[in-house]
């Protein structure tokens, strides 16, 4: 499916975060008789980091000098891997849907009935999770461009912003903050950051890519401040009566100047519904509005 050639070579050993150099551990590598598979999976966007595949590929292709080397990039299918993907022949990026597929031609080889609902019921669930397309109008971005941005110093961390989650809410409520920062991600048109100073409730913003301005914030408890202000004094005063106007039945004080709380939480508007807003007043932003 990758590499259009057979294979008939001999798996001698398995490693999970195998050691290529001292800041470089694949996800899995896998040692044949004499070729070497490395599989670096990206299960969402938040994982990207620049220049890490580029090393990874360096260093295998000195550790096997010239023997046969396969470097996958295991990822979801609505990750773009403009910028990230590498223009060498011993690089492959596989998507998860191609992933549960692959599983699923191994199904009818297995003599253990109950392996094979396993392995079904595993292919299902990597599929809905992993294999999902960008709702409808969401623009991705570059995977270069969310790799940089991955890159930058935040005050808050996804991972204390996520534990929050849970912890004041629930498994639902994690579930939803994951799909909703892995969505914003991946666009092309607006970026998440983990600025907020406040020491008590983990909180990021969300800024029209590359600037200075935001124009949502999301609480880890589920809790939505929309906020016009930041859209007017950057010139876009249009896309701030755009903005109010996209949440007007759902704030609980329009006619506040700066911004207000929505009634309603994440997981009652929905993600999609969220992206969706988002990529509208980007689009409107960017007209100079």
Known sequence: MLWPH??????????????????SYPDLVVEFTSSLLVIENKVNASALRSGQLE???????KKQNGKGLYHVLLCPDRLSTIGIALNEPSFAVLRYSQYAELVREILPSSKDEDAKIMLAHYAQHVERQYGKAMPPGLRAAAG????KRNTDKQVWSEERFIA???ERGSAEL?????????????????EPR????????????IYLAGTNVHFLWVYADGRLYVTWSFLTAAGHANAAAAWKQMWSD????????????????????????????LQR?????????
């Open 194 to 205: 983990f600025d907020s100073s406040g020491p008590v409730n983990a909180t990021y913003k």
């Open 144 to 147: 270069s461009t969310i790799a």
């Open 6 to 23: 057979p294979f008939e070579e001999q798996v001698l050993r398995k490693k999970r975060q195998f050691k290529l150099d001292a800041d």
């Open 250 to 277: 759902r704030l609980t004080d329009s006619t506040k100047k700066d911004g207000c709380n929505a009634k309603d939480n994440l997981i009652e508007i929905g993600t999609a519904e969220i992206a969706q807003k």
């Open 55 to 61: 090393k990874q590929n360096e260093l295998a292709g």
């Open 164 to 166: 929050q989650a849970e």
């Open 174 to 190: 994690r579930d939803a903050q994951v799909e909703l920062l892995d969505l914003i991600r991946s666009m092309e048109a607006v």
């Open 281 to 289: 007043i980007a689009d409107v932003a960017g007209a100079k509005g």
